[in-house]
């Protein structure tokens, strides 16, 4: 059972930074890739950031140079530093995990989801 829990969260002014974890329980295969996404309120789910087991990232546009993802050695604990946060950053963040393929950003690609963590950034 793949299980997935995020934490991290919080408020913060426009321009602050935050760190979200996410721990994953289990991966089912050698080969996966672990992603951060977002939804705030009215709106789609959007892929932030995601990283597979060879290290490889992508990001969204709206994010580069401000948001980072990494994962710990042993690959358990999935990390996405956010920093010059802005007003529209704000969203229920969600960490994710998909096996055997590599960093995408798209969310039909991911099967396995914890129950996220909010972010609010105020201006």
């Known amino acids: 059972q793949v299980q997935l829990q995020e934490s991290g969260g919080g408020s913060v002014q426009s321009g602050g930074s935050l760190t979200l974890s996410c721990a994953v329980s289990?991966?089912?295969?050698?080969?996966?890739?672990m992603g951060w996404f977002r939804q705030a309120p009215g709106k789609e789910p959007e892929g932030v950031a995601s990283?597979?087991?060879?290290?490889?990232?992508k990001y969204a546009d709206s994010v580069k140079g401000r948001f980072t993802i990494s994962q710990d050695n042993n690959q358990d604990t999935l990390y996405l530093q956010m920093n010059m946060l802005k007003p529209e950053d704000t969203a229920m963040y969600y960490c994710?995990?998909?096996?055997?393929?590599?960093?995408?950003?798209?969310?039909?690609?991911?099967?396995?989801w914890g129950q996220g963590t909010q972010v609010t950034v105020s201006s």
């Open positions: 990283i597979d087991s060879d290290g490889s990232t």
């Open positions: 994710a995990a998909a096996w055997a393929i590599r960093a995408t950003i798209d969310p039909n690609l991911f099967g396995y």
């Open positions: 289990v991966h089912t295969y050698s080969t996966h890739c």
